[in-house]
């Protein structure tokens, strides 16, 4: 067990251009998670996969933001022509199969952007 | 949005004493959990407690549920330098969605 792992860990980007992040979860988990967190403010729920199916969005998921999760392994998450206002840290968690006993989500690391 | 209020938003005190940090949310839950980040890293779990617990122990840690005021505390026993860091508190909605909804902290500093 590895953990989450994200990457990049740091983005520094132009406004205007596209960004993209990879989070690769717990090997044995099929939930993936993204969140966004702002300075000073807890995470914010973006959207999640239950295996490739993604099966819930955020209205913080505009239509700039896209994710994936091809093969039911890693996800990307990409946003198009980035704002001042997505500078945040990103952050992935995956949790195990749902039954009872697992609900915890493990977060990585998070990959910090800052939009210019 | 937000659902939960963590209190007190900042909490300052010294090694060897107990930290306690409440959590208050708006909806039914299936479970609460608190998760603790270092500055600029990630989240680390600490504890999950689910709706029909009332209290659970794991090491220093002493997480309480009260659903009837929709309200949870964490005690720190016994604090370190090490356990300087922001906690949050965490509820998973009891209808229809997996997400956690978090508050908004509270930045606990332990001086030693």
């Known amino acids: 067990d590895t953990g989450v792992s994200q990457n990049p860990r740091h983005k520094i980007t132009k406004r205007g251009q596209n960004v993209t992040f990879r989070c690769d979860p717990i090997?044995?988990?099929?939930?993936l998670y993204w969140y966004r967190q702002t300075l000073g403010q807890g995470p914010e729920f973006l959207t999640y996969?239950?295996?490739?199916?993604?099966?819930?969005k955020s209205r913080l998921l505009s239509d700039r933001f896209s994710a994936e999760r091809p093969k039911g392994s890693f996800s990307t998450l990409e946003i198009q022509r980035t704002e001042q206002g997505d500078s945040a840290m990103y952050l992935c968690?995956?949790?195990?199969?749902?039954?009872?006993?697992?609900?915890?989500?493990?977060f990585g690391p998070g990959t910090r952007l800052l939009v210019l | 949005s937000q659902q939960g209020e963590e209190d007190p938003q900042a909490l300052s005190i010294q090694e060897g004493e107990n930290a306690t940090m409440n959590c208050s949310y708006k909806t039914s839950i299936n479970n609460l959990q608190w998760y603790r980040q270092n500055s600029g890293r990630g989240l680390v779990h600490l504890i999950l407690?689910?709706?029909?617990?009332r209290e659970k122990h794991s090491g220093r840690l002493r997480v309480t549920l009260d659903t009837s005021k929709k309200s949870s505390s964490l005690l720190i026993t016994a604090s370190r330098a090490a356990d300087t860091a922001s906690y949050f508190c965490a509820t998973e909605p009891a209808f229809g969605s997996e997400k956690l909804v978090f508050g908004k902290g509270t930045k606990l500093t332990v001086n030693p």
């Open positions: 996969f239950q295996n490739e199916a993604q099966l819930e």
């Open positions: 968690a995956s949790s195990a199969p749902r039954d009872r006993y697992r609900e915890t989500q493990y």
């Open positions: 090997s044995e988990h099929n939930r």
């Open positions: 407690i689910r709706s029909n617990e």
